[in-house]
């Protein structure tokens, strides 16, 4: 079993930057994908970025692609998401996941381990 703590969301302005972070336990971390996934009230979850068991691959979703930098320290146990140039489009609940099977999953579904999400509101 694997535990995922979400943390780093908050409240910013349009433009601004946070960094979220999301801590990994009870499993050997450097043998699950990670991902990180939002949603906001009345929409359907979906993904914002992954990153491979070593991270030498990532994935993007096109509204983040460019502005987001997902990243991993695996001595850590520990994955990131770098949000610049933040949009009220980007206000949602950030939640993290893990998946132990696939190389670049980006379905819900596909998903082992799930954190509780952290809220990020971005003003205009």
Do not use: H
Request: aromatic share 12%; net charge positive.
């Amino acid at each position: 079993q694997v535990q995922l703590v979400e943390s780093g969301g908050g409240l910013v302005q349009a433009g601004g930057s946070l960094r979220l972070s999301c801590a990994a336990s009870g499993g050997t971390f450097r043998r699950y994908a990670m991902g990180w996934f939002r949603q906001a009230p009345g929409k359907e979850r979906d993904v914002v970025a992954v990153i491979s068991q070593s991270g030498g691959s990532t994935y993007y979703a096109d509204s983040v692609k460019g502005r987001f930098v997902i990243s991993r320290n695996n001595a850590k146990n520990t994955v990131y998401l770098q949000m610049n140039s933040l949009k009220p489009e980007d206000t949602a609940v950030y939640s993290c996941a893990a998946d132990r099977e696939n190389l670049l999953p980006t379905s819900y579904y596909s998903y082992d381990y799930w954190g509780q999400g952290t809220q990020v509101t971005v003003s205009s």
